[in-house]
């Protein structure tokens, strides 16, 4: 099980309302990584991090901000959310040896 | 402009069978390919990292190769069981600095048992 943590796995918010999602990891990992997902569609990715103090934006637009304060905390801000913010938001991180992205449980984001 | 294609379509197989998954891609050259299983409502979990220098690489009943000249990777799950029903998705690296995935769409696998 990889140790990667996303809050919450559910939120439902109104229109217009500012929203952080979390994500942390315990793995030292240098490299996280926001992606967006649509049911039943692929992973876009939205923001990257090489590091504290880096974010970058992704291959998919979006009105999101990141931050990266800390090695283990890559929090994700909507200042206004909108309904077609409606989506999953998944966050995962990489090592500098190993390749492979471990993902967090994702946060399922209902904007009415 | 680059691209992954895995058959969306689901692939329905009974119990003990062999699946096969299929991803092909577009303008790429790709240091490494990936696979992932990912569940309903969850994140991806890595499986299987084939290099470009590796035709074949095996783990437990997971078989993938990966033709660099046919731009295409197959996944293999051997004896088949219900438990193996999820999304699989390839991803193949598309930065080398930051370690950055493009993936497919995925195809559902089904086991019957």
């Known amino acids: 099980e990889a140790d990667i943590y996303q809050t919450p796995r559910y939120l439902v918010i109104g229109t217009g309302k500012k929203i952080t999602l979390e994500c942390s990891q315990t793995m030292g990992h240098d490299k996280m990584y926001w992606y967006q997902q649509d049911p039943g569609m692929e992973l876009h990715l939205i923001h990257y991090?090489?590091?504290?103090?880096?974010?970058e934006k992704g291959d998919l637009s979006s009105e999101s901000t990141v931050s990266r304060i800390r090695t283990e905390h890559f929090p994700l801000t909507l200042e206004s959310a909108r309904p077609s913010h409606t989506s999953q938001y998944l966050c995962?991180?990489?090592?500098?040896?190993?390749?492979?992205?471990?993902f967090g449980p994702g946060t399922r984001l209902t904007v009415t | 402009s680059q691209k992954i294609e895995q058959n969306s379509e689901a692939l329905n197989i009974q119990e003990g069978k062999t699946a096969t998954l299929t991803c092909n891609y577009t303008?790429?050259?790709?240091?490494?390919l990936q696979w992932y299983r990912q569940d309903p409502g969850r994140g991806p979990v890595f499986l299987l990292l084939i290099r470009e220098n590796e035709k074949e690489k095996r783990k437990e009943r997971l078989k993938v190769t990966f033709d660099t000249t046919l731009k295409q990777s197959l996944f293999h799950i051997t004896a088949s069981q219900p438990a193996d029903s999820a999304t699989y998705l390839c991803a193949l690296r598309t930065n080398n600095a930051g370690n950055m995935l493009t993936f497919g769409g995925g195809t559902r696998l089904m086991v019957k048992p």
């Open positions: 303008n790429y050259s790709p240091a490494y």
């Open positions: 991090s090489y590091g504290v103090n880096s974010t």
């Open positions: 995962a991180s990489s090592g500098d040896i190993s390749y492979e992205q471990y």
